[in-house]
Structure formats: C-alpha cells, structure tokens
T-cell receptor, first 114, second 114 residues
Framework: GDSVTQMEGPVTLSEEAFLTINCTYTATGYPSLFWYVQYPGEGLQLLLKATKADDKGSNKGFEATYRKETTSFHLEKGSVQVSDSAVYFCALSRVSTGFQKLVFGTGTRLLVSP | DAGVIQSPRHEVTEMGQEVTLRCKPISGHDYLFWYRQTMMRGLELLIYFNNNVPIDDSGMPEDRFSAKMPNASFSTLKIQPSEPRDSAVYFC????????????FGPGTRLTVT
C-alpha cells in the first residue's frame, strides 16, 4: 500500500542554519505530495504542495521538489528562525476509484535555538 | 474565511461517560475527515465522508465510536462509553475534492478520559 517515510527527529538547528527534512514515498501512479506543519497546541496547516513530477512547492521560504525518479519530496529552507520550531509532516494523496485519502508520515520535530 | 471549527477545544470526562465532539467544515468542501492523534500512534484517520455520506470507516477503533454528518455544515464524533485509552487530540479536516486534494484541519479537541 501507499506509505510515506520521514527522517526521525528531533532535528536541532541554530537560527539561520539550512534545513533539510527528508521524505520518501511509496505509491502507485502519480500521487500529489504535501508538507504540513503543526505548531504546539494547534492543528496541522498546509505548508506547500506539488501535484506532478518536477513541480516545486514553496511557501514562507520553504521549498520541496517532487522527484519521481527518487520518489522523494524533501523539505528545505535556507535560513530557519526560532518561529519555525514545529512538527513537520510529509503526506501523499492518491485518488482511488474516485475517493481520496491523505497518507501521512510520522512527523519530524524541528527545534531551532537562538 | 472561517476555517474548520471544532468544539469543544478541551473535554475532560470520566470513564463510562458519553462524549460528543463537533465539527463545522469549510463551506463548499465536499469531504470531511476525522483523525485522532496520540504520541504512541501518531495521526490516525478514523473515518471520512463525501457529500455527507460515510465512505471509509475502517479506522474507527471499535463500536464505541460513531460518526454522523447530518448536513454539509456539521458533523459529530461520539464515543460511548468512553475509556481512558481514548484520551487523545481529535482533529476534523475538510477538503474541496474535485482535483484539489489538500485538507484543511481544525484546531482539534483535546479529550482526557479519567
């Protein structure tokens, strides 16, 4: 079945450091890919998405490129801030017989120190 | 635009009591999802609806859990009787569908069963 694998956290960085959170997926066909962010005490928020191969999703300085050849969708940011501390979830969505569900990774906690 | 609305935000109840969680999806969204999040199991999909019809309830843990969607703007998740192992954060999410598969999450209901 479809699955998403994320790097284990926590990822601990200093402010202004470069961020990469790895995400790989297993799915048949051509899923859409998403990154969600969850701040403490809140629900998940859509951060960015890509719907086809080689698409790059971007938002708030975060980027991720849909790589079909490596089945990956790694999240990157050039310079993290303390306010980026949160849990990040990679997810895929594949429509099957007209119905759709999101398959989430286990989440990666990011801690950014001043 | 108002996002997904959930109530209550916090619920503390005693074992054996009935608990009802409520959700108002984003207007115009065809899909509604109920998730449960715990440290041990992460984010689990419980059930989802399309146009008010339950499509997949395979994630509902047992018969004590039931969900309804009487109209396009309201859904409930009921636990009867509640048990301590039901303690978790319950999220409702909605999605436009029709090719836009991202989901928008509510703030969650933190349930504590003592």
């Amino acid at each position: 079945g479809d699955s998403v694998t994320q790097m284990e956290g926590p990822v601990t960085l200093s402010e202004e450091a470069f961020l990469t959170i790895n995400c790989t997926y297993t799915a048949t066909g051509y899923p859409s890919l998403f990154w969600y962010v969850q701040y403490p005490g809140e629900g998940l928020q859509l951060l960015l998405k890509a719907t086809k191969a080689d698409d790059k999703g971007s938002n708030k300085g975060f980027e991720a490129t849909y790589r079909k050849e490596t089945t990956s969708f790694h999240l990157e940011k050039g310079s993290v801030q303390v306010s980026d501390s949160a849990v990040y979830f990679c997810a895929l969505s594949r429509v099957s017989t007209g119905f759709q569900k999101l398959v989430f990774g286990t989440g990666t906690r990011l801690l950014v120190s001043p | 635009d108002a996002g997904v609305i959930q109530s209550p935000r916090h619920e503390v109840t005693e074992m054996g009591q009935e608990v009802t969680l409520r959700c108002k999806p984003i207007s115009g969204h065809d899909y509604l999802f109920w998730y449960r999040q715990t440290m041990m199991r992460g984010l689990e999909l419980l059930i989802y609806f399309n146009n008010n019809v339950p499509i997949d309830d395979s994630g509902m843990p047992e018969d004590r859990f039931s969900a309804k969607m009487p109209n396009a703007s309201f859904s409930t998740l009921k636990i009867q009787p509640s048990e301590p192992r039901d303690s978790a954060v319950y999220f409702c999410a909605s999605s436009p569908g029709q090719g836009a598969w991202e989901q928008y999450f509510g703030p969650g209901t933190r349930l504590t069963v003592t």
